[in-house]
């Protein structure tokens, strides 16, 4: 069939564009400048032995590809070596079997690290997409059916003004205002609380995720709204909905049962892709709120130099946006025949 | 309902042939009230960075008076000042600058890479074209918050100060420009792309190419100015995404160093006295909120106003 050969060849291009990101991956953090091994461990107390073995463990002083030493500075080496003894196939390897490396910091290997912050920012992108959708859904419908009046002006209104402000600013507001009222502000648990109950545990995680969650669905449902509304708005125009209405269906079986399903279109795309993008972009409001994710996993890293939680990181995300963007190709695809998969 | 008033609308158009695109352009622009809006705000905005420069000097921005940290909004400070006894209104004025020029010149770097890449991959096509828009597209799936912030921590660290006009800036403005730049092209290369590829197949450039027209006269003289509408409307909603980008990394600390300021690097210290010094964060924060949504709603404003297309507000 034509359409599973089209479906192939995108499953393919995705592989293609993994492994595209893992060489820029690989070759942007020997770029940077800095040696990683005197970045990552700067400690003066080290003497030049303890430095060259912590090189030899973080295999740093093999050459990083063939014919090249170093490449920041630029330094041209033995073209003829193994290139299994090479720091790029060794990374290649290692990526393979599962293998991230360790922390330059922790020494943990970067699989676990990743691993335990990714379930956090899931816990936070997932409530507060299922909050962004519901609202931006139901304020998105509202405004299309009140189209043209003053609460269809100001839903627009506040729904640009949401998704335009800057996340990281729309968080300090909230964490402001949630100190004056006496919500926690910071991190995922209060210390100690682990010796309570269960179900107090949960209570209070559910305390400190309100303002994060609050943070991300202000902006994605700002999005969701002006989305669902314009599409609703031109569904609501065409010929079968006048059809509709002229065999007699009432304002809400006509939503219901006609123009609902087809103005959700557009919008599933952009959950699909945004699905991708917000575990990055997910970092301003973690950074704010120090909440335990990925994004302040990359924060740290960065201020700390520490490249191989850097460069696992980078290519979690890399292949979840390139996954959710397959996702949303194919849903598209499913849910609306007339497209065809080029 | 609109359905009923277009056809009105088209006729009118019709009949008044005396009006050039760009009156056209203007009075659909007209129609946007919230755009008028942000066309308002922003200019006062750039009144209030570039003239309260001729009211408060730099280096009355940077004096630092420990004795007066920390103080509330007042007669003498009305904004305040920071942890090391800045004046935060004289701050502002000139963040402000530095914040605007930032905008302005990231996104003139970013659209310059972009019609290039674009132009080239919609004008040659072929394997070219396949080439240009894989890594494009490869480009996309890297998050650019994320790159941002990797390049302006190894990048912008340890830059030296540099002189322009009498004044000192932290080199790492320049930094921060290219790299804000190098990562939000690829959008705008694939919008110039597509127009690229539509454009290129008119009668026009057919005969632009039988008389023997150069290459490059084509791209720049007779594509170019005819997609000219969406690069201006990305070029602009760009502005606003660099200035909404430098405020984060410099809020992060990774930004523009010391002693330059910017909207942005004002928040970082204000982070640790959300509660405590509110000022210290409200009044930069504030700037940058304004001139985001002002440059988003003037972006909205002129797309509609330049698509041949949308005809209704």
Known sequence: MDRTRAILRKAAWSVFTILFVIILNFFLFRVLPGDPARAGIRDPRLNKDAIEALRVRFGLDKPVINCFETLNPVKLGDCAINPMETQFFIYVRNLLQGEMGFSYHTNRPVVDIL?????????????????????GVAIGVFAAW???????????????????????????????????????????????????????????????????????????????????????????????????????????????DHALKNAMLP???????????????????????????????????????????????????????????????????????????? | MSVSDQPVNMIAEIEAPSLSLSDLTWRRFKRHKMAIAGLVVLFLLII?????????????????DTKERLQAPNA??????????????????????ISIIIGITAAFVEVMIGIVIGAVAGYFGGKIDAVLMRFTEAMLNLPQLLLLIVMAKFFSSDIKNIELFGREFSGSVVVIIFIIGLTSWPYLAR?????????????????????GTPTWEI???????????????SATLGVAGAISLEAYVSFLGLGVRAPTATWGNMLENAYRYIESAYWMWFFPGMFIVLIVLSINFLGDGLRDALDPRSRTV
């Open chain 1, 115 to 135: 691993g335990e912050r990714l379930w956090n920012t899931i816990l936070l992108i997932g409530v507060g997409q299922i909050l962004s959708i519901i609202f």
């Open chain 2, 219 to 233: 791209i720049f003289k007779h594509i170019l100015p005819n997609s000219i509408a969406p690069i201006v409307v």
């Open chain 2, 191 to 211: 919008i110039v792309r597509a127009e690229f590829l539509s454009i290129k197949e008119r009668e026009f450039i057919l005969a632009a190419r039988a008389t």
């Open chain 1, 267 to 342: 919008l599933v795309t952009v959950i699909a892709i945004n699905l991708g993008f917000t575990v990055a972009g997910v970092i301003q409001i973690e950074s704010v709120f120090s909440w335990p994710g990925l994004g302040n996993a990359i924060y740290e890293a960065v201020v700390r130099r520490d490249f191989p939680v850097l460069q696992g990181a980078f290519l979690l995300i890399a292949v979840t946006v390139i996954l959710a963007n397959l996702f949303a190709d194919l849903t598209y695809t499913y849910l609306d025949p007339r497209v065809r998969v080029e």
């Open chain 2, 48 to 64: 209030y960075s570039f003239g309260g420069a001729f009211f408060v000097t730099e280096k009355y921005a940077n004096f630092t």
């Open chain 2, 76 to 97: 003498k400070h009305p904004f305040g000042t920071d942890t090391i006894g800045r004046d935060l209104l004289a701050r502002t004025i000139y963040g402000g600058q």
């Open chain 1, 146 to 256: 009140k189209a043209r009046t003053s609460l269809d002006y100001g839903a627009v209104a506040a729904s640009l003004v949401a998704w335009s402000l800057p996340t990281f600013w729309l968080a300090i507001l909230l964490l402001f205002w949630g100190s004056t009222i006496g919500l926690p502000v910071a991190g995922k648990a209060t210390p100690g609380m682990s010796s309570y109950p269960l179900l107090q545990q949960w209570g209070d995680i559910a305390r400190h995720m309100l303002l994060p969650t609050l943070t991300y669905t202000i902006v994605y449902m700002g999005e969701y709204t002006l989305i669902m509304r314009s599409s609703l708005l031109d569904v609501l125009s065409e010929d079968y909905i006048l059809t509709a209405r002229a065999k007699g269906l009432n304002s809400f079986q006509i939503l219901r």
